[in-house]
C-alpha cells in the first residue's frame, strides 16, 4: 500500500499562487509515477499534471499548461504543484495520485491511478 498526503491548499485571490505538496510513505514507491487530478463537487475528476518515478517526464492538462508546474523534491517520495495566475475556474479538491509505472509512462487518466490521498481543498477568489 501507498499512502499520500496533500498539503498546501487553501484560498487566494485570482492571480495568485499556490504550491502544493504531496508525500508518499508506505512500501518503496520507487517506478511510481504520480500525478495531481482536482474534482469539483457533483462532477467527474479531471487530470492536472503527472510526473513519471524519475522525473524526466512530465504531462499537463491543457488548462494547466503554462500556469502550472509538477515536479519531484530530491527524496523522490515528494510531488509538488506549483500553481500560478490561479483562476477562480481552479477551484476544486486537489488530489494527488499514483500508479505503478516502471517503464515510466505518466498516466493522464484519472481512472488509471491506484492510491489516492485526501485531497486539498484550493478556492480561487475573483
Known amino acids: 500500500q501507498v499512502q499520500l498526503a496533500e498539503s498546501g491548499g487553501g484560498l487566494v485571490r485570482a492571480g495568485g499562487s499556490l504550491r502544493l505538496s504531496c508525500e508518499a510513505s508506505?512500501?518503496?514507491?520507487?517506478?511510481?509515477?504520480m500525478g495531481w487530478v482536482r474534482q469539483v463537487p457533483g462532477k467527474e475528476r479531471k487530470f492536472v499534471a503527472g510526473?513519471?518515478?524519475?522525473?524526466?517526464?512530465?504531462a499537463y492538462a491543457d488548462f494547466a499548461k503554462g500556469r502550472f508546474t509538477i515536479s519531484r523534491g530530491n527524496v523522490k517520495n515528494t510531488v509538488y504543484l506549483q500553481m500560478i495566475n490561479l483562476e477562480p475556474e481552479d477551484s476544486a479538491v486537489y488530489y494527488c495520485?499514483?500508479?505503478?509505472?516502471?517503464?515510466?509512462?505518466?498516466?493522464?487518466?484519472?481512472?488509471?491511478?491506484?492510491?489516492w490521498g485526501q485531497g486539498t481543498q484550493v478556492t480561487v477568489s475573483s
Open positions: 510526473i513519471n518515478w524519475s522525473g524526466t517526464t512530465t
Open positions: 508506505g512500501r518503496t514507491i520507487e517506478n511510481y509515477s
Open positions: 495520485a499514483s500508479v505503478y509505472s516502471p517503464y515510466g509512462m505518466v498516466k493522464t487518466s484519472p481512472g488509471l491511478y491506484d492510491y
